[in-house]
């Protein structure tokens, strides 16, 4: 399809367990992203990464922790979540970061937090 | 802060009508304003895209305006049939980084 895969597509989870999303994407680009999607806050930005760097981290709670081994990867580790977690984990990527480009999103994973 | 606006939130038409989504922002450094189309199941993905040195673009039944003084740009959907049936996304993203999304307009076309 786009370029960007997300394991696993659907996921649940009780609150105390640790899980981890994965991202990859075949693009080549520089640019990573995690995007939460819910009914109430469609495409909400969790974090950037830029050449494995982390850039942006728009307040998102530490339960929530990324990860990018290398330009291609990005992981989302999840431990001691909350039912209110629960939503569509979009990961994206674009050729370099900001705004001028295009972003390039995986199908996501559909998280279920009991 | 920078924001983006977008309405309507939902949007039903007949097929065969045309469908309009209009998305306002307030970064005046913004110069790069994609539209993304969401259907069920999928993660959004680019429909087409306008940058600010050109006041219209179209490919085949879309089409996006841009009005910059005005701070505005929309989507146009002619002839709209029942595959346009999704979620569609504007993007008023600057070129400093800062990424920001519309709320989403649900587009229904009814056959």
């Known amino acids: 399809e786009t370029g960007v895969t997300q394991t696993p597509r659907h996921l649940v989870m009780g609150m105390t367990n640790k899980k981890s999303l994965k991202c990859e994407q075949h693009?080549?680009?520089?640019?990573m992203y995690w995007y939460k999607q819910s009914a109430k806050k469609p495409l909400e930005l969790m974090f950037v990464?830029?050449?494995?760097?982390?850039?942006e981290n728009n307040s998102v709670p530490s339960r929530f922790s990324p990860e990018c081994p290398n330009s291609s990867h990005l992981f989302l580790h999840l431990h001691t979540l909350q039912p209110e977690d629960s939503a569509l984990y979009l990961c994206?990527?674009?050729?370099?970061?900001?705004?001028?480009?295009?972003?390039?999103f995986g199908p996501g994973t559909r998280l279920t937090v009991l | 802060g920078e924001n983006v606006e977008q309405h309507p939130s939902t949007l039903s038409v007949q097929e065969g009508d045309s469908a309009v989504i209009k998305c306002t922002y307030s970064?005046?450094?913004?110069?790069?304003f994609p539209w993304y189309k969401q259907e069920l199941g999928k993660g959004p993905q680019l429909i087409i895209d306008?940058?600010?040195?050109?006041g219209e673009k179209k490919d085949q039944r879309i089409a996006v305006t841009l009005n910059k003084t005005a701070k505005h740009f929309s989507l146009h959907i002619t002839e709209t049939q029942p595959e346009d049936s999704a979620v569609y996304f504007c993007?008023?993203?600057?070129?400093?980084?800062?990424?920001?999304f519309g709320q989403g307009t649900t587009l229904q076309v009814k056959p």
């Open positions: 994206a990527s674009s050729q370099d970061l900001g705004g001028t480009d295009t972003q390039y």
């Open positions: 693009l080549g680009h520089n640019a």
């Open positions: 990464y830029s050449l494995e760097e982390r850039v």
């Open positions: 970064d005046s450094a913004s110069n790069y």
């Open positions: 306008i940058r600010s040195n050109v």
């Open positions: 993007d008023g993203s600057s070129n400093t980084g800062k990424l920001i």
